[in-house]
């Protein structure tokens, strides 16, 4: 065990001052009866940042950690590969949801971007609960489904309902791609509890809005309209998630990674686009860096304590830090 200080601690907030635990796989703030601390970090530590929206069947994950990201939700893919990456070496950790839950013949399946076997077509309730099923059973940490009236056809009401109910029954949670007018509402209307995108298909209600606030979490995702070069779907989504986010609605960093020329690491544009959308430094820390059961995780989002104030672009600058070599870091 390896208990060292830092100058300042990001744990669900600003914690100032503090004393980390460390035994090499994962860690925590310092107990009464730990050893006492060996050495200081300097600078400023969060738990390892989240991208919470990946492809990794489209980039080359190992140079993820690299670039500051410690932990990946991966957004369907093939089963015969995406058991494979959870633990594997080289990958930051990885939760992964197996294939797209989609309507016969609806999306991805006709995307181009997705192979044979990323998407699981459901022909009808009966047919829900084997669907969720074999996602778990292959190592999904959540079940995703396709609902993108625009690509094609989408889950009945009825069929959409019966997925989120094995879902739940089986203690994970459902992630939609909700596109097309309405599948904003379809999704939070069926207990979905994740949107894999801020919805751009249409402005959103503000009572919408704040109803979804209590219990759907939205994974950001708006630099992938234009890369930088912005139009009229990021000005949607950014005016849907702006309100969202007034409204007390929870959102996670995402960058649908393998969408475009998007960086592999921290994406200082997304980040920025969040800024702009009214999230200030601790929601932007809450969206990227979302503190785990055990707390803050083997690997530590680090930045050198330089004077500059909290922002964005400050948050972007951070390096990980593998804990199994904490004693490297210490001064």
């Not at 907030?13 to 107990?31: E, I, N, Y």
């Not at 044979?116 to 999904?140: H, K, N, S």
């Not at 960093?253 to 702009?276: A, F, I, M, Q």
Request: glycine content about 12%; charged content about 20%.
């Amino acid at each position: 065990m390896t208990v060292f200080t830092v100058d300042e601690l990001w744990l669900d907030g600003w914690r100032g001052r503090a004393a980390v635990a460390s035994d090499g796989s994962s860690c925590r703030l310092a107990r009464p009866g730990d050893p006492h601390p060996e050495g200081h970090l300097e600078g400023t530590v969060f738990p390892g940042f989240r991208d919470s929206h990946v492809h990794l069947g489209l980039i080359d994950g190992t140079r993820l950690m690299a670039g500051g990201i410690a932990a990946v939700d991966d957004f369907g893919w093939s089963l015969d590969v995406a058991r494979g990456w959870p633990g594997a070496a080289g990958l930051p950790i990885v939760t992964m949801a197996g294939q797209l839950l989609t309507a016969p013949g609806g999306y991805p399946t006709a995307s181009g971007w997705a192979p044979p076997g990323a998407a699981l077509e459901i022909d009808g309730p009966d047919a829900a609960a084997a669907a969720v099923d074999a996602q778990l059973e292959a190592g999904a940490g959540f079940i995703k489904v396709a609902l993108n009236s625009d690509a094609g056809p989408v889950l009945s009401d009825d069929t959409l309902n019966a997925v989120v109910a094995r879902a739940h029954e089986r203690r994970v949670i459902v992630a939609a791609h909700a596109q097309g007018v309405g599948q904003a509402q379809r999704a939070f209307g069926s207990g979905v509890d994740r949107l894999a995108h801020t919805p751009w298909s249409e402005r959103l209600s503000d009572e919408l809005l704040s109803a979804m606030s209590h219990s759907t979490t939205w994974v950001s995702t708006l630099d992938i309209h234009g890369w930088g070069d912005y139009g009229d779907d990021f000005a949607t989504a950014s005016d849907n998630l702006r309100r969202f986010h007034a409204a007390g609605g929870r959102i996670r960093y995402g960058t649908d990674l393998g969408n475009g020329p998007l960086p592999l690491g921290v994406n200082k544009r997304e980040l920025l686009s969040l800024e702009r959308a009214g999230l200030d430094p601790d929601a932007l820390a809450a969206a990227i860096a979302p503190a785990g059961a055990s707390g803050l995780g083997r690997y530590l989002s680090h930045i050198p304590p330089d004077g500059r104030e909290r922002s964005a672009t400050w948050i972007s600058s951070a390096r990980l830090i593998d804990t199994q070599h904490i004693k490297e870091h210490l001064t």
